[in-house]
């Protein structure tokens, strides 16, 4: 559990960025922040770890002042992954990841079988056994920094925070690593880690901190939803969010409305995102144009527009005839 009492954060008492936030994180909660880029959100995240000083105001993990924390117990308390990635060429994926468990072991931080175990099971878990015995300059942005999410996982503390974990990972290692993040929510860790991915984050997070207009505001995201929060983020700025599709949106200028039909399917399915992505309404009843997805092993279309029909094999030609006749 992660609890801010009364924090100011920022680099100048008489000029900080958030004032008298108070926010808290429970046990087996996932929190997403949230904002604009200059916002305050790394700042919030290493003030919370005592990585930077509090302006006023105080930080508890799982129950004790962060201020009473020694370091080693800091360590024990929670793990941190920095949106910076590693630059530790020398080092090998496994040696790497092996460093989370240093705040477990004795002076001599030597690991026992144990501690090998854990940190093979975690390169396991995420998806790095190929890599396990190459050295860190190897390795891609995105593949360095699921290694040092594997070593603050083989850390093992009750709270995690991450700043832009998902910064340099690819569409399938971000949605990955929101189920791997689940994952350990589930097994009762308390989350926190910053995003510009909303989409995700509507998936998973129990709860969102947004800082927008210089203050932080906190809510499970369907609460915030009802408040009408991300309507306002986006206002002015031609991107909505659908409600139905759970998604994020650019509202193309109109372009009219099409009449589609066809069977049931994938062909049907993106053929109505191709529409709605270059601006056409889907409407029944007598259209201008008609669309009609062909059935059938290999995909087709047939356009009837202006009493002339046309027939079409890629959704790109049909997207092109479209486009060029606005």
Known sequence: MISLENISIGY???????????????????????GRNGSGKSTLLRSLLGLLPLLEGSCYLSGVSLEELEHKNRALSVSYVSSQVAGLPSLSVRELVSLG???????????????????????HDVGLDMYMERTLDQLSDGERQRVMIARALVQDTPNMVLDEPAAYLDIPNKY?????????????????YSTHDLETALMCADKFWVITDGMILEGSPEDLGLAGLFKRLF???????????????????????VALS????????????????????IAAGDQAITIEV?????????????????????????????????
């Open 262 to 281: 066809g069977p049931q399917g994938e062909a049907l399915a993106w053929t109505r995102h191709l529409l709605q992505r270059i601006g056409y309404t």
């Open 294 to 326: 062909q059935p059938g092993e290999k995909h087709g279309w047939q356009v009837r527009k202006d009493e002339t029909v046309m027939s079409f094999d890629s959704l790109y030609n049909l997207a092109r005839l479209l486009n060029e006749d606005k």
């Open 176 to 192: 990955e690593l929101v189920r791997l993040l689940s994952l350990f929510r589930d097994r009762g860790k308390t989350i926190i």
């Open 235 to 257: 206002d002015n700025s031609g991107i909505r969010f659908d409600l139905n599709s759970g998604k994020f949106s650019y509202t193309a200028n109109s372009k009219g409305c």
């Open 101 to 123: 468990r240093m705040p477990h072991t004795g002076w001599l931080g030597k690991l026992g079988k144990a501690d090998w175990d854990m940190v093979d099971r975690i390169i």
């Open 12 to 34: 100048h008492k008489e000029r900080p960025l958030l004032s008298q936030v108070n926010l808290q994180a429970g046990k087996g909660e996932m929190v997403a922040l949230v």
